[in-house]
Structure formats: structure tokens, C-alpha cells
């Protein structure tokens, strides 16, 4: 299953891919068992002329053991899965490193727009950058989202990240990534969000320290030629 | 005697087997229309931009509203009448041994509002600006506000036949519970009564238990509609991630709903061509009423990631993970049952056989979205799809394919072609595979839900990933290929099928007892009863059935208590 999986592009993704390959494991041994024993069974009790069936009921304790014993594996595989799901979420979406950059993200229909405090490190200041359908980070460094939604519910999902967070108008969702491999991947709405939903698609460009400052650097001479205009 | 006319005696009739009758073929006209929409919108998605045969160019929005009526028609106009309403109007008053329901009247009512919002559901297609595209779970503020989802009148009927559909079912509920609490043949005590009846009473519970919410919020839906108040506006003071909350605290224990009756048909069926008893039939009933109370805490899991509080996903990772214990535990009671069967592998059985084999996989897919860690990933991407429909397809297809070719006989006094049937099973149940296995993987790779072209987005647009779509679209056209074959079984042996007699499959429960179909009243005499409706293979005794209603055998202590002491 794996080998389907996008690229790992950040410090948790290779976690939650280690999780999804543990359940198949655990899943998987209990699955092919149930089949083998199931089309076994059907198999081997097929009809035969002047072979009548058994009588069992499956109430006698030496019935009820084949029963119990694997629904005690269940419960022990069951335990296994929810400690390992459970430290994994907690590392995505409860315990947030400290962050070393921030940025803001704005759903709405259609677009994702991305605001960057810029370097007084404050939002809703005259040097905050902003960015349409495309979010331009660097390698190697940690970032504190806070999302929004301006209208209806929409969902930020970044696959190589293996992130994913519904933006709910109202409300403001924060969390983390920190970016593992320069590039440009995929950002996706994945909540339903009216016509244009399967339009909702965005790029994030993952730049090293240089690269990112040298866009800084342009975009900010290029925000403020546009304000010069305007004024 | 008065003579019934035809629309008295069809449209409008009280008697159990005729609603059943109509529930039956409302649901599989409103599966045509279902799998009609999922035929458009897939062959929009292997071919995007293509004029589509027998429909012509998919746009985003009519895409949408495909998407939306698919997932709505398929659960609440096709599983819920065919698999609660369908058989639950057949069976229980014929299982139990009584000659109706205890209130036929709103059985009948029951049926004609269930009518009356499939009318308006199918309605909503020819409304302007066409039918809802907000996805069948209809998240506020999308649904909410005309401006938003740009279907005015298509999002109203939405909520309005969904709305009518509860009311209906809620009406069949208080009728399936009632009748089975005091119409039981003298003799028959709660653990003598066949398990398709247990399961559908306890999803006709569940059911009522969790609808109410939901209703509820569909008024503040509507409301928010048709009155913009605010209910889940949050620049008013509402809550978007009420309504999903309200939906998702109906919408999991509605899996159960559907998924119990399609697994008391299974048992039935196997029990009969196994020619075995149960194995652990009080197990199963407890393991059923287990499911339905645990799936009541569940919910959440619809959610982790929809901005409610991350703490609270790790009390929802354990009751989901807790849920698979009794569902394991019924589908290993199932295996069992075949263990030192004289197992025939007629239709009816090839169907219940490939439930067990079809939900196993969209069981253990499950987990993976169970547990959050790995949900943040999967949530949304046709992983997801692909594994409730191997749990969906399993109950609201296989299930009614199972049903409907073991109890034909009965219905229609006619048994059904045998080479048909397993030409259409085979057709249908491979073609299935190959629809679902590939949307697994590329929902792995990272496809996300709903989205009407993935070519759009550029890691997802490799040549790869399109030729899974590719399988997926032609594996369904392929299975849809083969349901003519079914229709024209369906109808050829109505009228020509060889005559069934009363009890073709030499089985135990009372619906064999009466004639085939039964006439008005079901039974000439009422019917007493003796012993559990698996008394398969029993030992020293010639035959390998032994029919609940046939005297005999060691009295238990409750006949003893309703015949008295003469027997013993």
C-alpha cells in the first residue's frame, strides 16, 4: 500500500503512513484468516448425498471457545490500534511544537488565500503578504497555521503532508506542519463546497532558506508597487 | 361481499403484504434512478468533459446534484424501504404467525408518505436551477443559504422529502416493534422468534431512537432555507458543526439500521442451506442489541477533523474500535454456523455467502478510518468511499438480492430460475470487485470525494490513477450490464416460474407454513408454536427440518405454561 501513497513531505507524514501499514497488518492477518476458515468451511461442508448436517447449537462452553478466543484477539489487536492511532493524532493535531513561522489560511468559494505576517512577524499589519491558490514555504521550518472559512464549510487537505482540517466558517482551527522536501505539490478542498468545488485547487511551493527569502523579497516590491498604484 | 377494486386493493390496502409489495418496487424504482446517476457522474469522471451516452455533457453543478441524489436515493429511498420497510412488512406478521399488522392503518399511511417524498425528492431534479448538490449529508451553511449552493428550490425538497421519509419510517417503526411484542404465535417466546425479525424490530429501535435529532434539525435546516434564521449561521450565533453533530448522531446508527435487517436475511438463508441451526443464536441477538447501544457513542468519528476538539477523538477512537468487537463477533457466529454444514450453494445462498465475503472487507477498511491518527490522511478520499460501499453495497444490494430470491416463492408462488439467478449473481458480484478495489488504491494515492475532475489537479493527473478510474467506470457499467437479467427473472417467473408449493426450501419458520402467496390473513388456522426456528439436522429424527408450528419433542417450560399441563 505504500507505494500508492504520495510523497512524504513532512516530519509526521511518514508516522501516519507507519500507522495505516501497522492496522493493514493487523487487519490484514485477521481478514485473510476469516476467509481462509470461511471458504474452507464452505468447501469442505458441501452437500453430499446421505451425509446429513450436524447439530450444533453453540451454546456449550466447548462451542463458545471458538468464538471467544478470537474476539479476544480482536480486543487485544483493538488495543494495539488505538494506542497507535491515538499517539499519532496526538503528535498532528493536540501537542504543536513550538512554531518558528505562521500563517493564515482562508477558505473560501473557490479559492484558498494565504496571508503571511511578514517580517514584524504580526498579521493584519501594512507588510503582511498575501498569496492566492498558492503557498510558498520553506524547507525545514515549523509553521503554526490558523485557518478560516469566509462562507461555507471547506477542508484543507495536503496530501503530501498527510494534513487534512475542515475550515468552519465562525471559527478559527489552528495546527502545524513543518515541510520535510522542497517542491511544488497539490492542495485540495476536500469538503464539498458548492459548483466549484472540484476547481479548488491550489499549489504549495516548498522552497529552501534562499530561494524563500529572494521571493519574499520580490513579492513585498511587487505589494508595494501595486499599493503605490493605488494610492 | 364487497368486490375490492384494484386500486383498492393495491394502493390501498392494509393488508402487510401488499405494502410490502409496494415498498418493495417503489425501492427498486428508485434504485434505477440511483444507479442511473451513478453511471452519469462515473462516466464523467473516466471521461471528463465527454458527452456522456444517454445524457450528454456533466457539468460541475449537474455533477454535484448526481453525486448528492445517488448517495440520498441509495440509502434512504432504496436500503430503508426494501430492508426494513420491504421486509419487515412481509415477514413479521408471517414469521410471528398473525394475520397482519397490529395497526394497519398506519402501515398504510406509512406507505403513503413515503411515497408522497419520493415524489418529492424526484421532484427536485426538474425544479430551476435542477436538484440539491451539497452532498447527502448537506453541511450547513452550504445547504443553508440558496446563495451559497445556487439550487433555491432543489435544496428545499431535499430537506423536505428527506424530512417526510423519517416521519414514514417512524410510523412502520412503532407498527414492526408493537407487532412483534404482542402478536406472536401462542408458544413462540422472544428467543423463538427468527433472527431477521430480531434484527429488524432493533433497527426499527434504533432507528427511532436516533431519528429524532436529526428531524429537528432539518426543521432548523428549513428554516434557515426558507425564514433565514440562523440555527447554523455563526455571524448570527448558530453553529455549522451543529448540524453535523444532529446528522452524524442519526447517520451512524443508521448504518446499523440497514445493516441488521440485511444480516437477520443472511441468517435465515444460511441456517436453511446448511441445513444447520444457528450457531450461538442468543449470542447474536445480544451481539445485535450491543451494536445498536454502542453505536450511539460513535458519531464523532464522521468528524475528527471538522473542528471539534481534538480530545475528544480519542474517546471516539475507542468506541469505534469498540463497535468492531460484536460486529466480529456476529460475522465469526455466521462462519460458524457453516461448520459441519450440508452446505447447497443455491442463489439465495451464492448471496448470503458473498455478503459475509464483501462486508469482511469493508469491516476491516473500517479501522483504518477509526482510528484518527490514520483518518487525517484517508478521511475524505475515496478510500472512504470505497469502504462504506463494501459495507453499504453488501447490505442494501446483496442484501435485498438475498431476500428477494429466498422468499420469491413465497410472495409469488413461483420459484425463480436457478441458471438466471446465478448468471446474474456471478455478473454482479465480480464486476463489483473490480468497481471498488481500484478506488481504494486511488483513494490511497490521495483522489479526495466529489470532485468532478481530477485532472485538475496535478498530482493527481497521471496516467495511472486515470486508468483505475478507467476500471472502476467500466467494472460498473459492466454490473449495471447484468441487472436486466435480473428484472427479466424477476418478471418472466411471476407469471411462468414452476409452482413453488408452500414450503420449497423445506425450511422451519411459519411463513412456510402458509400457502404460497398467502391469501389475506395469511394463515387458515393460527398458527402454535413448539419449538426455535433453527431446529435443523436435528438428531434421531428422520427429516433434517423440523417446523416450528409441528408438535413434538420435549415441551420447553413456556409451551408448557401456554398448552398446558396435557403435554407433558
Same mark, same amino acid.
Not at chain 1, 168 to 192: L, S
Not at chain 2, 136 to 145: D, I, M, N, V
Not at chain 2, 251 to 270: D, F, T, W
Given at each position: 500500500?505504500?507505494?500508492?501513497?504520495?510523497?512524504?513531505?513532512?516530519?509526521?507524514?511518514?508516522?501516519?503512513?507507519?500507522?495505516?501499514?501497522?492496522?493493514?497488518?493487523?487487519?490484514?492477518?485477521?481478514?485473510?484468516?476469516?476467509?481462509?476458515?470461511?471458504?474452507?468451511?464452505?468447501?469442505?461442508?458441501?452437500?453430499?448425498?446421505?451425509?446429513?448436517?450436524?447439530?450444533?447449537?453453540?451454546?456449550?462452553?466447548?462451542?463458545?471457545?471458538?468464538?471467544?478466543?478470537?474476539?479476544?484477539?480482536?480486543?487485544?489487536?483493538?488495543?494495539?490500534?488505538?494506542?497507535?492511532?491515538?499517539?499519532?493524532?496526538?503528535?498532528?493535531?493536540?501537542?504543536?511544537?513550538?512554531?518558528?513561522?505562521?500563517?493564515?489560511?482562508?477558505?473560501?468559494?473557490?479559492?484558498?488565500?494565504?496571508?503571511?505576517?511578514?517580517?514584524?512577524?504580526?498579521?493584519?499589519?501594512?507588510?503582511?503578504?498575501?498569496?492566492?491558490?498558492?503557498?510558498?514555504?520553506?524547507?525545514?521550518?515549523?509553521?503554526?497555521?490558523?485557518?478560516?472559512?469566509?462562507?461555507?464549510?471547506?477542508?484543507?487537505?495536503?496530501?503530501?503532508?498527510?494534513?487534512?482540517?475542515?475550515?468552519?466558517?465562525?471559527?478559527?482551527?489552528?495546527?502545524?506542519?513543518?515541510?520535510?522536501?522542497?517542491?511544488?505539490?497539490?492542495?485540495?478542498?476536500?469538503?464539498?463546497?458548492?459548483?466549484?468545488?472540484?476547481?479548488?485547487?491550489?499549489?504549495?511551493?516548498?522552497?529552501?532558506?534562499?530561494?524563500?527569502?529572494?521571493?519574499?523579497?520580490?513579492?513585498?516590491?511587487?505589494?508595494?508597487?501595486?499599493?503605490?498604484?493605488?494610492? | 361481499?364487497?368486490?375490492?377494486?384494484?386500486?383498492?386493493?393495491?394502493?390501498?390496502?392494509?393488508?402487510?403484504?401488499?405494502?410490502?409489495?409496494?415498498?418493495?418496487?417503489?425501492?427498486?424504482?428508485?434504485?434505477?434512478?440511483?444507479?442511473?446517476?451513478?453511471?452519469?457522474?462515473?462516466?464523467?469522471?473516466?471521461?471528463?468533459?465527454?458527452?456522456?451516452?444517454?445524457?450528454?455533457?456533466?457539468?460541475?453543478?449537474?455533477?454535484?446534484?448526481?453525486?448528492?441524489?445517488?448517495?440520498?436515493?441509495?440509502?434512504?429511498?432504496?436500503?430503508?424501504?426494501?430492508?426494513?420497510?420491504?421486509?419487515?412488512?412481509?415477514?413479521?406478521?408471517?414469521?410471528?404467525?398473525?394475520?397482519?399488522?397490529?395497526?394497519?392503518?398506519?402501515?398504510?399511511?406509512?406507505?403513503?408518505?413515503?411515497?408522497?417524498?419520493?415524489?418529492?425528492?424526484?421532484?427536485?431534479?426538474?425544479?430551476?436551477?435542477?436538484?440539491?448538490?451539497?452532498?447527502?449529508?448537506?453541511?450547513?451553511?452550504?445547504?443553508?443559504?440558496?446563495?451559497?449552493?445556487?439550487?433555491?428550490?432543489?435544496?428545499?425538497?431535499?430537506?423536505?422529502?428527506?424530512?417526510?421519509?423519517?416521519?414514514?419510517?417512524?410510523?412502520?417503526?412503532?407498527?414492526?416493534?408493537?407487532?412483534?411484542?404482542?402478536?406472536?404465535?401462542?408458544?413462540?417466546?422472544?428467543?423463538?422468534?427468527?433472527?431477521?425479525?430480531?434484527?429488524?424490530?432493533?433497527?426499527?429501535?434504533?432507528?427511532?431512537?436516533?431519528?429524532?435529532?436529526?428531524?429537528?434539525?432539518?426543521?432548523?435546516?428549513?428554516?434557515?432555507?426558507?425564514?433565514? !434564521? $440562523?440555527?447554523?449561521?455563526? *455571524?448570527? =450565533?448558530? #453553529?455549522?458543526? @451543529?448540524?453535523?453533530?444532529? &446528522?452524524?448522531?442519526?447517520?451512524?446508527?443508521?448504518?446499523?439500521?440497514?445493516?441488521?435487517?440485511?444480516?437477520?436475511?443472511?441468517?435465515?438463508?444460511?441456517?436453511?442451506?446448511?441445513?444447520?441451526?444457528?450457531?450461538?443464536?442468543?449470542?447474536?441477538?445480544?451481539?445485535?442489541?450491543?451494536?445498536?447501544?454502542?453505536?450511539?457513542?460513535?458519531?464523532?468519528?464522521?468528524?475528527?477533523?471538522?473542528?471539534?476538539?481534538?480530545?475528544?477523538?480519542?474517546?471516539?477512537?475507542?468506541?469505534?474500535?469498540?463497535?468492531?468487537?460484536?460486529?466480529?463477533?456476529?460475522?465469526?457466529?455466521?462462519?460458524?454456523?457453516?461448520?459441519?454444514?450440508?452446505?447447497?450453494?443455491?442463489?439465495?445462498?451464492?448471496?448470503?455467502?458473498?455478503?459475509?465475503?464483501?462486508?469482511?472487507?469493508?469491516?476491516? !477498511? $473500517?479501522?483504518?478510518?477509526? *482510528?484518527? =491518527?490514520? #483518518?487525517?490522511? @484517508?478521511?475524505?478520499?475515496? &478510500?472512504?468511499?470505497?469502504?462504506?460501499?463494501?459495507?453499504?453495497?453488501?447490505?442494501?444490494?446483496?442484501?435485498?438480492?438475498?431476500?428477494?430470491?429466498?422468499?420469491?416463492?413465497?410472495?409469488?408462488?413461483?420459484?425463480?430460475?436457478?441458471?438466471?439467478?446465478?448468471?446474474?449473481?456471478?455478473?454482479?458480484?465480480?464486476?463489483?470487485?473490480?468497481?471498488?478495489?481500484?478506488?481504494?488504491?486511488?483513494?490511497?494515492?490521495?483522489?479526495?470525494?466529489?470532485?468532478?475532475?481530477?485532472?485538475?489537479?496535478?498530482?493527481?493527473?497521471?496516467?495511472?490513477?486515470?486508468?483505475?478510474?478507467?476500471?472502476?467506470?467500466?467494472?460498473?457499467?459492466?454490473?449495471?450490464?447484468?441487472?436486466?437479467?435480473?428484472?427479466?427473472?424477476?418478471?418472466?417467473?411471476?407469471?411462468?416460474?414452476?409452482?413453488?408449493?408452500?414450503?420449497?426450501?423445506? *425450511?422451519?419458520?411459519?411463513?412456510?407454513?402458509?400457502?404460497?402467496?398467502?391469501?389475506?390473513?395469511?394463515?387458515?388456522?393460527?398458527?402454535?408454536?413448539?419449538?426455535?426456528?433453527?431446529?435443523?439436522?436435528?438428531?434421531?429424527?428422520?427429516?433434517?427440518?423440523?417446523?416450528?408450528?409441528?408438535?413434538?419433542?420435549?415441551?420447553?417450560?413456556?409451551?408448557?405454561?401456554?398448552?398446558?399441563?396435557?403435554?407433558?
Amino acid at each position: 500500500m505504500m507505494s500508492w501513497h504520495p510523497t512524504q513531505a513532512s516530519t509526521y507524514a511518514a508516522d501516519i503512513d507507519n500507522l495505516i501499514l501497522l492496522v493493514g497488518v493487523v487487519v490484514g492477518i485477521f481478514f485473510l484468516a476469516a476467509e481462509v476458515i470461511f471458504f474452507g468451511f464452505i468447501f469442505k461442508f458441501r452437500a453430499r448425498p446421505g451425509v446429513k448436517a450436524q447439530y450444533v447449537t453453540g451454546e456449550k462452553a466447548s462451542e463458545k471457545k471458538w468464538i471467544s478466543y478470537p474476539h479476544y484477539l480482536v480486543l487485544l489487536f483493538d488495543v494495539i490500534i488505538v494506542v497507535a492511532a491515538l499517539r499519532v493524532w496526538y503528535e498532528v493535531k493536540i501537542d504543536f511544537p513550538p512554531a518558528e513561522d505562521r500563517v493564515r489560511i482562508i477558505g473560501q468559494q473557490w479559492a484558498w488565500t494565504f496571508v503571511y505576517p511578514g517580517p514584524d512577524g504580526q498579521f493584519d499589519t501594512a507588510d503582511d503578504i498575501r498569496t492566492v491558490d498558492e503557498l510558498n514555504l520553506q524547507v525545514n521550518r515549523l509553521y503554526r497555521y490558523e485557518l478560516h472559512a469566509k462562507d461555507v464549510v471547506h477542508s484543507f487537505s495536503v496530501p503530501v503532508f498527510r494534513l487534512k482540517q475542515d475550515a468552519v466558517p465562525g471559527r478559527t482551527i489552528v495546527g502545524w506542519f513543518k515541510p520535510t522536501v522542497t517542491g511544488e505539490f497539490d492542495i485540495q478542498c476536500t469538503q464539498i463546497c458548492g459548483i466549484g468545488h472540484g476547481l479548488m485547487a491550489a499549489r504549495v511551493r516548498i522552497r529552501s532558506a534562499a530561494e524563500q527569502a529572494a521571493w519574499i523579497s520580490t513579492t513585498r516590491d511587487a505589494e508595494r508597487v501595486a499599493r503605490r498604484g493605488t494610492e | 361481499m364487497i368486490d375490492e377494486g384494484l386500486i383498492k386493493k393495491y394502493l390501498w390496502s392494509t393488508d402487510h403484504k401488499i405494502i410490502a409489495m409496494q415498498y418493495l418496487f417503489t425501492g427498486m424504482l428508485m434504485a434505477l434512478i440511483g444507479g442511473f446517476t451513478v453511471y452519469v457522474f462515473r462516466m464523467q469522471l473516466a471521461f471528463p468533459g465527454q458527452p456522456v451516452p444517454l445524457f450528454g455533457r456533466v457539468s460541475a453543478a449537474t455533477y454535484n446534484s448526481l453525486v448528492t441524489m445517488h448517495g440520498t436515493i441509495m440509502i434512504f429511498w432504496v436500503a430503508m424501504p426494501v430492508l426494513l420497510a420491504a421486509f419487515g412488512n412481509f415477514l413479521i406478521p408471517l414469521m410471528l404467525g398473525c394475520d397482519d399488522m397490529v395497526f394497519p392503518k398506519v402501515n398504510r399511511l406509512s406507505y403513503q408518505v413515503f411515497l408522497l417524498s419520493a415524489i418529492v425528492l424526484v421532484a427536485s431534479f426538474f425544479v430551476p436551477h435542477g436538484a440539491f448538490g451539497g452532498a447527502w449529508t448537506a453541511y450547513p451553511p452550504l445547504s443553508a443559504r440558496s446563495t451559497y449552493n445556487l439550487t433555491p428550490y432543489g435544496s428545499t425538497l431535499w430537506v423536505i422529502a428527506v424530512a417526510l421519509e423519517f416521519a414514514a419510517f417512524l410510523l412502520g417503526g412503532v407498527n414492526f416493534v408493537t407487532t412483534a411484542m404482542n402478536s406472536r404465535a401462542p408458544g413462540m417466546t422472544m428467543f423463538d422468534v427468527p433472527l431477521v425479525v430480531w434484527m429488524i424490530v432493533i433497527a426499527s429501535v434504533l432507528f427511532m431512537a436516533s431519528v429524532g435529532p436529526l428531524l429537528a434539525g432539518a426543521v432548523m435546516l428549513l428554516l434557515d432555507q426558507t425564514l433565514g !434564521t $440562523g440555527f447554523y449561521d455563526p *455571524a448570527t =450565533g448558530g #453553529d455549522p458543526v @451543529l448540524w453535523q453533530h444532529l &446528522f452524524w448522531f442519526f447517520g451512524h446508527p443508521e448504518v446499523y439500521v440497514v445493516l441488521l435487517p440485511a444480516m437477520g436475511i443472511v441468517a435465515e438463508v444460511i441456517a436453511v442451506f446448511s441445513r444447520k441451526k444457528i450457531f450461538g443464536y442468543k449470542t447474536i441477538v445480544y451481539t445485535a442489541v450491543a451494536t445498536g447501544v454502542i453505536s450511539f457513542f460513535v458519531w464523532a468519528h464522521h468528524q475528527f477533523i471538522a473542528g471539534i476538539d481534538p480530545r475528544m477523538a480519542s474517546l471516539f477512537t475507542v468506541t469505534t474500535l469498540i463497535i468492531s468487537v460484536p460486529i466480529a463477533e456476529m460475522v465469526f457466529l455466521y462462519i460458524a454456523t457453516l461448520y459441519g454444514g450440508s452446505i447447497t450453494l443455491t442463489t439465495p445462498m451464492l448471496w448470503a455467502l458473498s455478503f459475509i465475503a464483501e462486508f469482511m472487507i469493508g469491516g476491516v !477498511t $473500517g479501522i483504518f478510518l477509526g *482510528a484518527a =491518527g490514520s #483518518d487525517i490522511y @484517508l478521511h475524505d478520499t475515496y &478510500f472512504v468511499l470505497a469502504h462504506f460501499h463494501y459495507t453499504f453495497f453488501p447490505i442494501a444490494i446483496i442484501g435485498t438480492f438475498t431476500g428477494v430470491t429466498f422468499w420469491f416463492p413465497k410472495m409469488f408462488g413461483r420459484m425463480m430460475s436457478e441458471r438466471l439467478g446465478k448468471i446474474h449473481f456471478w455478473g454482479t458480484i465480480i464486476a463489483f470487485n473490480f468497481i471498488f478495489i481500484p478506488l481504494f488504491i486511488t483513494g490511497a494515492a490521495g483522489d479526495q470525494r466529489r470532485v468532478y475532475n481530477h485532472l485538475g489537479f496535478p498530482d493527481l493527473a497521471t496516467p495511472w490513477r486515470q486508468d483505475l478510474r478507467i476500471v472502476a467506470t467500466m467494472a460498473l457499467v459492466t454490473m449495471l450490464a447484468f441487472q436486466p437479467i435480473f428484472i427479466f427473472n424477476f418478471i418472466r417467473s411471476m407469471f411462468k416460474g414452476a409452482l413453488a408449493g408452500a414450503n420449497p426450501w423445506r *425450511a422451519n419458520t411459519l411463513e412456510w407454513l402458509a400457502p404460497s402467496p398467502p391469501p389475506h390473513g395469511n394463515f387458515a388456522e393460527l398458527p402454535v408454536v413448539y419449538r426455535g426456528p433453527y431446529e435443523y439436522s436435528a438428531e434421531d429424527r428422520e427429516e433434517d427440518f423440523w417446523p416450528q408450528h409441528i408438535p413434538g419433542g420435549m415441551p420447553t417450560p413456556a409451551e408448557t405454561a401456554v398448552h398446558g399441563q396435557w403435554q407433558a
